[in-house]
């Protein structure tokens, strides 16, 4: 069992930066793939980042290349998603995500954190 928090959500003017970060229960951070999604008010939830169980390879949407970034510290069984140049269109609730290495879902999920950016 894995289970994760997020937190650093907030609100925030366009053009700003908020960096999320996920705290992850267990000694076996290190065997999980981490990701990050969000979902918007009438909007399904969609991916934003991941990053591998290593952090040698990451995945970004498109939506937030260039401007976002995943990283982990898996002595720290936490995963970061630092956001730069924020748009109104990145306000969302952020979730935080576990997958094994090897399977094709993610399993386990954070309660979320908010994020608005204000225009």
């Known amino acids: 069992q894995v289970q994760l928090v997020e937190s650093g959500g907030g609100l925030v003017q366009a053009g700003g930066s908020l960096r999320l970060s996920c705290a992850a229960s267990?000694?076996?951070?290190?065997?999980?793939?981490m990701g990050w999604f969000r979902q918007a008010p009438g909007k399904e939830r969609e991916f934003v980042a991941a990053?591998?169980?290593?952090?040698?390879?990451?995945y970004y949407a498109d939506s937030v290349k260039g401007r976002f970034t995943i990283s982990r510290d898996n002595a720290k069984n936490t995963v970061y998603l630092q956001m730069n140049s924020l748009k109104p269109e990145d306000t969302a609730v952020y979730y935080c995500?576990?997958?094994?290495?090897?399977?094709?879902?993610?399993?386990?999920w954070g309660q979320g954190t908010q994020v608005t950016v204000s225009s």
């Open positions: 267990g000694r076996t951070f290190s065997s999980y793939g």
């Open positions: 990053i591998s169980w290593s952090g040698g390879s990451t």
């Open positions: 995500a576990a997958r094994k290495v090897g399977a094709d879902e993610y399993d386990y």
